[in-house]
Structure formats: C-alpha cells, structure tokens
C-alpha cells in the first residue's frame, strides 16, 4: 500500500471550484429572469427562489457527500460496490410505479418524495462507474482468459442491456448514452482484447442507428442539425433561440444579469441551455474560458488516473473524469449547433439537484483518489 499524502489534486480542486462559482454567476441570473417570466402563472415569487432550492437541496448535500467520498476508504466502495449499483438500479424501476413515479414532458424519469423530486438516473451514471472499475479490476488476467469472450464481455453486455432497458422505456436516450459511453471508455481502457473493443464499437453504433431510426422525434432532431434548423417555429427552435444568445454575446458578452433570452425565449435556459444562457453574458472569451476549465479538469482526472496505484482507483478516475468531460461536451455541442439539442444538463451549473449531488459526489471520489 502506497503511503498516504493526504493531499487532494489542487489544480483540480480550484479548476472544479471556478466551475461551478462561474455556474453560480450564470445561474443567478436566469434563475432571476424565470422567477418574472412564471410570475403571471403560478403568481410572485422570491427572486432567490430557484436559487435558494439549489442551494439547500442540491449544493449543500451535495458538497456534504462529497466530503463523505472524499473521506471514505476506497476499498470499503469497493466492496459495496454491487449494492450501490442494484440500490440505483431499484431506484430508476421505480419511476415506473404508479404515484412514486413522475411524468414531465412525456418522460418518466422523477421519483416524488414529499415536496421533493430526484432523478435515479443521474446517480446511476456514479454507482456504474464505481461497479464497473469493481468488476474489471478483478479481473486481472483478462486476457489469459480462455473464456474471455463469454465472461467478459458478455456478461458486459448484459449489465449495458439491462441498463438500455430501462432508460429506453422512461425514455431517455440522451443520459443512457452518457452512461453507455463511459462504460466503453473504461472498459476499453482496461486490457481489453482489441476485438472487444470493435465489437462493442460496432454494435453500440447500430443500437444507436436504430434507437434513432425508430423514434419520429429523434429521427427530426437529427434531420434539423443536418439541415441547419429550418423549422425555427417547430423542432429547431431550442437551437435558434441558442444561436440567437450565444451570437448575441459577441466576443465579451452583455455582462452577467444583462441577457436577453433568458426572458422566457430560450427553453429551459436554467438547465437545458444554460450555456447558451451563459455565452450571451458572458461571450465568447468567457465561453472559451469555460471550455478550457473543462479541459483541465479531464486532464488531471486522467493524469490522477495514471498515478493511481491499483486498478480499481485508476479506472474509478478515467470513468469520473470521462463523465463530466463527455456530459459538457455533448450540453454545449447540442448549443453550438455541433450536436443535435439533448436534455443533458451542464455539469456542476445546471439546475437540478439530483445530478449535482452525483457529480459533486464524484468530484469528491476523484479527489480521494488523488490523494494517493
């Protein structure tokens, strides 16, 4: 056992905490605007309402479980590692019960618990993670395996299946994505046969093809990136309203608290298209700033993960730091019109509690290990 340093990745640390207080910036401000904008619905609210929510029931817990990971023994996650995931698993069959699970725009991805409601989903992208680098850092001699191909990466596909299954059925094909992809990732990475890799390749590419060809909606929203948003009254209109922020922006923005479209013209610009949001205030020097911290922070994920001593740490790093990059590139991608429009929220600024508390979970298991 490596001796303990007992001192986290600073450059993370501070990469994560201007993160999320420049979310915070951003978030003050649509959360403001959305207070007037439901005012003539549901009638006046405190401008810190929205702000006030995420704060106690999103930040607060969420830096506190973070601690808690951060403070955790690595090989006591290790072995709760299969009850995490099944604990996570129950929780996202659940949605589907009848008055425990919510629907919202024609999804059923909510549990309501009294006044609250999380999202199962955002903490089974976490407990994934942790069960997969579990399951493949005992397994030390993949490739000398005779039976590698039905132990392996069978029974690979059939956790990934059973997690497709019900995320298609709720559905939300944007955040099984997410989870999907870093699990290749990790997989991947890990003395995987080079044959593994491009079966699994091949076979997530024609899942994918297919979930799309068979959804009408799905099927649109591609069609709309492929044709520049044509219909800016219909299905391109989220992404024309986000050209319009971000373009209005200009290269230092109209200054934080001074947007536009965050009066009721970009849909959900507190979760959905908040970095459309932000680029129109802040512009394009502090979207690229922005862009940069991201960076940063998979850089040292990764570079915590080649210095993890063992296995199961290092694939526990490659998996977090993949998740946070991946789940900001696809949030801004879908803005900038390099992507089609998703419902992933930008980590550590969105609005939404649930995803908050796993990804500042998270930060914190990154930085435990880094201790190392």
Known sequence: MAKHKEKPDYILLICSGLIILLGFVIFTSVSMARVAVVAEEIGELDLAYFLLRQFLFGVLPGVLVGYLMYKIPLEFIKKIAPVLLLISLGLVAMVFVPGIGISLRGARRWLQLGELSIQPG????????????????????????????????????????????????????????????????????????FLHILAMGFGGAIALTGFIALSPYRLERVKDLLNSGVDTEGISYQAHQAFIAIGSGGLFGLGFGMGHQRYGFLPFAMSDSIFAAYAEEAGFIGSVLLIFLFLVFIWRGLKIATKSKGSFPGLIAVGISFWIFFQAFIHIGSMTGVLPVTGIPLPLISYGRTHFIAELAGLGLLLNISKF
């Not at 942790?130 to 690979?156: C, G, H, M, N, P």
């Not at 596909?157 to 298609?168: E, K, M, Q, R």
């Open 122 to 193: 955002e903490l089974l992208k976490l407990t994934f993670i942790i069960y997969l680098a579990s399951w493949l850092s005992s397994r030390k001699d993949i490739k000398k395996e005779k039976r590698v191909f039905s132990e392996t990466l069978i029974a690979f596909g059939v956790v990934c299946g059973l997690i497709s299954g019900l995320f298609l059925l709720q559905p939300d094909l944007s955040t099984l994505i997410v989870i999907i992809a870093t699990g290749f990732v990790m997989y991947a990475t890990y003395r995987t046969p």
